[in-house]
């Protein structure tokens, strides 16, 4: 069973950075494609960034473009997030994700979070503005 589990939210003011870890256990990670998605209350949970199995290719939200940045390290099972320049609208609850699919960065804006198969309980992120 595969168990990813989330670290580094928190409280941030308006125009800072974090940095998210998701650190992967009882599975293949280099064989997936990894992925952070967000929910903020009422809304649907959205992806904001997804890499492949090597991390050759990413995808990023548009929303975010410019702004984070996704990263894997196989040798450590983890998969990160840094975040800069945070905007009170990006304050939300921040899930890790992992596909079987590796290469889900082609079909990512297509089926979203419908092709992820592991999923972290979260971590909030709060940016005060």
């Known amino acids: 069973q595969v168990q990813l589990v989330e670290s580094g939210g928190g409280l941030v003011q308006a125009g800072g950075s974090l940095r998210l870890s998701c650190a992967a256990s009882?599975?293949?990670?280099?064989?997936?494609?990894m992925g952070w998605f967000r929910q903020s209350p009422g809304k649907e949970r959205d992806v904001v960034a997804v890499?492949?199995?090597?991390?050759?290719?990413?995808f990023y939200a548009d929303s975010v473009k410019g702004r984070f940045t996704i990263s894997r390290d196989n040798a450590k099972n983890t998969v990160y997030l840094q975040m800069n320049s945070l905007k009170p609208e990006d304050t939300a609850v921040y899930y890790c994700?992992?596909?079987?699919?590796?290469?889900?960065?082609?079909?990512?804006?297509?089926?979203?979070?419908?092709?992820?198969?592991?999923w972290g309980k979260g971590t909030l992120v709060t940016v005060s503005s």
């Open positions: 994700a992992a596909s079987v699919n590796r290469d889900y960065t082609s079909v990512v804006k297509q089926f979203g979070k419908d092709g992820m198969h592991y």
């Open positions: 009882g599975g293949s990670f280099s064989t997936y494609a």
């Open positions: 890499i492949n199995w090597n991390g050759g290719s990413t």
